[in-house]
């Protein structure tokens, strides 16, 4: 009997640790470039604008994450021009790396949407790169936190390099015609009194999008007062002015700065926050749970074990 208890506790052991750290969702957006080729040489520069089609749900968060060859690629930045999100929480490329998210306030949005742009300066006169979304890439929907966007079905970006062209035989410029200034009327000085706002932020763990519950945020470039989220990662803040603003949120001892646009409306606005915690406190989060129940199990199982029999008469 005993050796059946110790066989089922090992079995029940390896089936924890296979689990998988969050269930498989539905996945229905994309995410692709525009242009999705194309062929370049050496010196130009392009732009490739990063689309996403939500599949008529409505989302209010993305994350796009992809690698470039450093050896045919220089990046020039990114670009949030015309993109449907307003606020940012990564916004780089470098090191052969593009990394980008940021999100929108409820209700979020849907459809085929702009997210950002990256642009590149071809290194190379010849061969070809081909840019592809990796598994840290999400697309968020707005009713519950879940995300559906399908790497599978993503687009990729295929383009090809060639030499740099020769340039034909300048000419020296035609001097241009003297046009006397334009006499411009100042414009006339009004006072204005600034709009306040309130808004709410949600704080979630980027990991499992889950709510993030004593995170500390505060407007650095406003006031030095702090903040703490609810329990569900909630925080509300009042007079705040329109444009964009800088957040800072700390939880225990991660702490990260983000970008939201307050826009001129008079219904509070919600913005949600993505947070990336270090992957080594998730791991052992996680190790700690198993852990606990392990001991449970077979603290029960020895005790079943050890206890005597009551005897039949």
């Known amino acids: 009997m005993f050796k059946k208890y110790l066989i089922f506790i090992f079995i029940f052991t390896g089936a924890v640790c296979l689990m998988p ?16 080729s194309g062929s370049f040489a050496q010196g130009e520069s392009f732009w490739l604008a990063i689309m996403v089609n939500t ?14 060859p450093e050896d045919k690629l220089e990046p020039l930045g990114v670009s949030t021009t015309g993109s449907v ?10 090191a052969g790396k593009v ?11 849907s459809g085929v949407k702009k997210v950002a742009a ?21 697309v968020i929907t707005d009713a519950d936190n879940q995300n559906i966007l399908n790497l599978a079905i993503s687009g990729q970006g295929k383009y090809s390099f060639k030499p740099k062209a020769v340039a034909p035989p300048s000419t020296p410029p035609s001097t241009p015609p003297i046009t006397p200034p334009a006499i411009s009327t100042p414009p006339v000085a009004t006072s ?9 932020l949600i704080i979630l763990n980027q990991a499992n999008n889950k709510p993030l519950s004593g995170a500390e945020i505060f407007f650095p470039k406003i006031s030095s007062a702090t903040r703490t989220t609810d329990g569900e990662g909630k925080v509300v803040f009042d007079n705040l002015t329109l444009g964009e603003q800088q957040v800072s949120v700390k939880y225990k001892e991660t702490s990260a700065d983000y970008q939201i646009n307050i826009l001129d409306q008079e219904s509070a606005q919600s ?9 080594m406190t998730e791991g052992l989060t996680f190790l700690i749970v198993v852990t606990v129940l392990l001991l449970g199990l077979a ?13 039949s008469y």
Request: aromatic share 14%; proline share 6%.
């Open 192 to 200: 204005t009194q600034p709009s306040v706002y309130q808004i709410e």
């Open 21 to 36: 750290f969050w269930a498989i969702q539905a996945q229905a957006a994309t995410l692709y470039f525009s242009p999705a």
């Open 85 to 94: 999100m307003t606020l940012w929480a990564e916004k780089n490329s470098s």
């Open 271 to 279: 913005f949600k926050i993505l947070f990336r915690l270090p992957r």
């Open 299 to 311: 603290g029960f199982m020895v005790t079943k074990i050890l206890k005597p029999s009551t005897p």
């Open 99 to 109: 990394e980008i998210s940021g999100g929108l306030s409820t209700p979020g949005f």
């Open 55 to 68: 599949d008529g749900k409505a989302v209010n968060a993305i994350g796009a994450y992809l690698s470039y």
């Open 118 to 138: 990256i642009g590149f300066r071809v290194k190379t006169s010849s061969g070809s790169a081909t840019l592809q979304f990796n598994e840290n890439s999400a």
